[in-house]
């Protein structure tokens, strides 16, 4: 069977690079010439639209056969039955009669594999006006007709099993039976997504060049990088993941260039894991609508970590900024979310974060050490937010506000600082001595905080909070 997934994928490729060789021979007429032109740029088009609806069910495939695992080591006949209904959910999606709105996969439920399947059926037969989806044109513009049989005959086959099990009237070895059949099919259909877009994994090796695979994957590829040092700026400009394999994978430019820039004239989607950045001039620069998420990333020794601009959107889960000069600088209609990260030794005569513009800032569970001079600077209308947050030994303030910048914090530390833990800058609170910031006419919010002044346990250098109006944020959340 895995055979014939591999040669389905050959067949198609080949067929292209066939088709591509037979029209570069072709001398007839320009009208021709360039209908043949057309020809091709559908059929690649039909082909990228057709990899990304597989991509689509990669991730309620892997639920479903997380949930045929849990469903098949179960005991008790509720829990089978319980995950087999689980498993019809995340297969029909919620405009099927089968689905049951009670059993969810979790907090955000899934798209259903066969609501993705069936879209992309739609669209293509509105592409080509052809009435059952499955076969849109002929010739170049074909697009895997058997390949799409067998992915509506699997999910259909999956989720009738699954429907058995789910129902209390099956006996005890039907519903195991059902289960396994399910499980086999679901299995059948993440190799057979696997296999279809192989085209859309690239393996980098060490002296090789990401930027190289990059440029010639297709879009919403995933790159994989083996460990090495790669001596390189990346210019990102479409939807790409790029994972580093293992331990060790480290981008470090040359002359302290940028290392990654990710420019964004129409809407993208950026996934960078596993990656180390070193001694860049800016580690990771993001422009326009792009959407990126970062996992375990380190970054150190950049004169700046992370600058986002425009309205770029990035979420981070352990991301480490290590002796940057500005850690994080935020501007425009930006949002930055930030989870079980570090920010260490930034040595920016301002603040290790700065938030201007209309940006928006939400860090959890975020611990901001030994800042050079403050943690966290907010100017303009920018927003931040914080939740389980912690930040130890700055030279200058935990938090200052100026201008109509807007802050929720609860549940943080802030203590051992030069300054004071939290600043709104205003004439009480030394604006006078500030040079060129604007006064603070926002708003703040919070409770459960601990902010203490010097002289209580290990307190803040200057003072908790200024205003003294701001104590309410150390009072007991609510």
């Given at each position: 069977?895995?055979?014939?997934?591999?040669?389905?994928?050959?067949?198609?490729?080949?067929?292209?690079?066939?088709?591509?060789?037979?029209?570069?021979?072709?001398?007839?007429?320009?009208?021709?010439?360039?209908?043949?032109?057309a020809?091709?740029?559908?059929?690649l088009d039909?082909?990228q639209?057709?990899?990304?609806?597989?991509?689509?069910?990669?991730?309620?495939?892997?639920?479903?056969?997380?949930?045929?695992?849990?469903?098949?080591?179960?005991?008790?006949?509720e829990?089978q039955?319980?995950?087999?209904?689980?498993?019809?959910?995340i297969?029909?999606?919620?405009?099927?009669?089968?689905?049951?709105?009670?059993?969810?996969?979790?907090d955000?439920?899934?798209?259903?594999?066969?609501?993705?399947?069936?879209?992309?059926?739609?669209?293509?037969?509105?592409?080509?006006?052809?009435?059952?989806?499955?076969?849109?044109?002929?010739?170049?513009?074909?697009?895997?007709?058997?390949?799409?049989?067998?992915?509506?005959?699997?999910?259909?086959?999956?989720?009738?099993?699954?429907?058995?099990?789910?129902?209390?009237?099956?006996?005890?070895?039907?519903?195991?039976?059902?289960l396994?059949?399910?499980?086999?099919?679901?299995?059948?259909?993440i190799?057979?997504?696997r296999?279809?877009?192989q085209?859309l994994r690239v393996?980098?090796?060490?002296?090789?060049?990401?930027?190289?695979?990059?440029?010639?994957a297709?879009?919403?590829?995933?790159?994989?990088?083996?460990?090495?040092?790669?001596?390189e700026?990346?210019?990102?400009r479409?939807?790409v993941?790029?994972?580093?394999?293992?331990?060790?994978?480290?981008?470090?430019?040359?002359?302290?260039?940028?290392?990654?820039?990710?420019?964004?004239?129409?809407?993208?989607?950026?996934e960078?894991?596993?990656?180390?950045?070193?001694?860049?001039s800016?580690?990771?620069?993001?422009?326009?609508?792009?959407?990126?998420?970062?996992?375990?990333?380190?970054?150190?020794?950049?004169?700046?970590?992370?600058?986002?601009?425009?309205?770029?959107?990035?979420?981070?889960?352990?991301?480490?900024?290590?002796?940057?000069?500005?850690?994080?600088?935020v501007?425009?209609?930006?949002?930055?979310?930030?989870?079980?990260?570090?920010?260490?030794?930034?040595?920016?005569?301002?603040?290790?974060?700065?938030a201007?513009?209309?940006?928006q800032?939400?860090l959890?569970?975020?611990?901001?050490?030994?800042?050079?001079?403050?943690?966290?600077?907010?100017?303009?209308?920018?927003?931040?937010?914080?939740d389980?947050?912690?930040?130890?030994?700055?030279?200058?303030?935990?938090?200052?506000?100026t201008?109509?910048?807007t802050?929720?914090?609860?549940?943080?530390?802030?203590?051992?600082?030069?300054?004071?833990?939290?600043?709104?800058?205003?004439?009480?609170?030394?604006?006078?001595?500030?040079?060129?910031?604007?006064?603070?006419v926002?708003?703040?919010?919070?409770?459960?905080?601990?902010?203490?002044?010097?002289?209580?346990?290990?307190?803040?250098?200057?003072?908790?909070?200024?205003?003294?109006?701001?104590?309410?944020?150390?009072?007991p959340?609510?």
């Amino acid at each position: 069977m895995r055979k014939r997934m591999k040669q389905t994928c050959v067949v198609v490729l080949l067929a292209a690079a066939l088709f591509m060789s037979v029209q570069a021979q072709n001398n007839t007429s320009s009208v021709s010439d360039l209908q043949n032109a057309a020809n091709w740029a559908s059929a690649l088009d039909e082909y990228q639209q057709f990899l990304a609806m597989l991509v689509q069910l990669r991730e309620p495939l892997a639920q479903a056969a997380l949930a045929a695992y849990e469903a098949v080591q179960a005991y008790a006949p509720e829990d089978q039955i319980r995950n087999a209904q689980l498993i019809v959910n995340i297969l029909e999606g919620a405009q099927s009669p089968l689905y049951n709105p009670a059993i969810q996969p979790g907090d955000s439920p899934l798209v259903g594999v066969r609501t993705i399947y069936d879209a992309y059926l739609t669209a293509a037969s509105e592409r080509h006006g052809d009435s059952d989806g499955a076969d849109f044109a002929e010739g170049s513009n074909s697009i895997m007709p058997e390949a799409l049989q067998y992915l509506r005959d699997w999910i259909r086959l999956a989720s009738a099993a699954a429907a058995t099990a789910a129902e209390t009237a099956t006996d005890e070895l039907g519903r195991r039976d059902a289960l396994l059949t399910a499980q086999a099919f679901i299995f059948a259909l993440i190799e057979y997504e696997r296999a279809l877009t192989q085209p859309l994994r690239v393996t980098v090796k060490p002296g090789e060049s990401i930027q190289s695979a990059i440029d010639h994957a297709w879009p919403g590829a995933t790159v994989s990088v083996e460990p090495g040092i790669y001596r390189e700026t990346l210019d990102i400009r479409s939807s790409v993941t790029v994972i580093g394999l293992g331990f060790d994978v480290i981008l470090e430019p040359v002359n302290n260039q940028d290392g990654i820039i990710v420019t964004a004239e129409d809407g993208i989607t950026v996934e960078l894991r596993g990656i180390a950045i070193r001694h860049a001039s800016t580690a990771l620069s993001i422009e326009g609508a792009a959407i990126i998420q970062l996992d375990s990333i380190q970054i150190e020794a950049c004169e700046t970590g992370l600058r986002i601009s425009d309205d770029a959107a990035l979420t981070g889960e352990q991301i480490s900024l290590n002796q940057c000069g500005i850690a994080i600088l935020v501007t425009g209609q930006t949002s930055l979310e930030l989870a079980d990260s570090w920010i260490n030794d930034s040595t920016n005569a301002l603040a290790a974060v700065i938030a201007r513009g209309a940006s928006q800032v939400t860090l959890t569970t975020v611990r901001l050490n030994r800042n050079l001079a403050g943690a966290i600077l907010l100017e303009d209308a920018a927003t931040l937010r914080m939740d389980d947050c912690g930040i130890y030994y700055s030279q200058g303030d935990g938090v200052m506000l100026t201008g109509s910048s807007t802050m929720e914090i609860s549940n943080c530390d802030i203590n051992l600082n030069d300054g004071f833990g939290i600043r709104a800058l205003t004439a009480e609170c030394g604006i006078n001595a500030m040079g060129s910031f604007k006064p603070f006419v926002g708003t703040i919010t919070g409770a459960g905080n601990l902010i203490l002044s010097e002289g209580k346990y290990a307190g803040n250098r200057l003072g908790s909070v200024c205003p003294e109006s701001l104590m309410f944020l150390t009072e007991p959340n609510p």
